[in-house]
């Protein structure tokens, strides 16, 4: 089993770009899930979804973030504009079921410049 | 008060040394319990899920007091590859899952 894949791995952008970030999660697993990750702030979810449908969007922080799941085997986390605030580290993590911890993607280190 | 409180260390021990994390949570609905470990610019990973009876593999051992509300977790002979954060995770749901900050620890030789 491959794991989580995250692509890019890096990104930079100049602020007011957009930014998509994408991810593949381990197939069978029916929760995927988006967090950030900051120094100041730790692990946060931005948004889930259960079998591909999004359930729980309340961490997203504005409306330039946006998620979707398209089919069970990929989504995509997208910034626009992207700002300098953004810059984090972006996790995509995936479970089965209720009593298995995630397993997460090694990450998308995001920078805006 | 945060869902789930750990001491942010950092924790510097030799090499050798037995070290105990301590993590509280606050609903006592949580479900599940997991010990995570995140190096440094890496993901966190799964160390090892906590179980009510405690459970043990190698020299990691959980335990889990559901009456005071909170887990541990025991590194006895700490190896320098054991330096990391290690992060308590409470589970209320498949998806209602809350990360501690993370307590890092750093062995020295």
């Known amino acids: 089993d491959a794991g989580v894949i995250q692509s890019p791995r890096h990104e930079v952008t100049e602020m007011g770009q957009e930014v998509t970030l994408r991810c593949k999660p381990i197939s069978g697993h029916d929760y995927l899930f988006w967090y950030r990750q900051t120094m100041m702030r730790g692990l946060e979810l931005l948004i889930y979804f259960n079998n591909n449908v999004p359930i729980d969007d309340s961490g997203m922080p504005e409306d330039r973030f946006s998620a979707k799941m398209p089919n069970a085997s990929f989504s995509t986390l997208k910034i626009q504009p992207s700002e300098p605030r953004d810059s984090a580290v972006y996790f995509c993590?995936?479970?089965?079921?209720?009593?298995?911890?995630?397993?997460f993607g090694s990450g998308t280190r995001l920078t805006v410049v | 008060r945060k869902e789930v409180e750990q001491d942010p260390g950092p924790f510097n021990v030799p090499e050798g040394a037995t070290v105990a994390f301590n993590c509280t949570y606050s609903?006592?609905?949580?479900?599940?319990f997991f010990w995570y470990r995140q190096d440094c610019r890496k993901e966190p990973k799964l160390l090892m899920s906590v179980y009510s009876s405690g459970n043990e593999d190698g020299r990691f051992t959980a335990q889990l007091n559901r009456a005071s509300q909170y887990i541990s977790l025991l590194i006895r002979d700490s190896k320098l590859s054991d330096s990391a954060t290690y992060l308590c995770?409470?589970?209320?749901?498949?998806?209602?899952?809350?990360f501690g900050s993370g307590t890092r620890l750093s062995i020295r030789p």
């Open positions: 993590a995936s479970r089965a079921g209720d009593r298995y911890g995630y397993t």
């Open positions: 995770v409470v589970s209320y749901s498949a998806s209602k899952i809350i």
């Open positions: 609903n006592s609905a949580s479900q599940s």
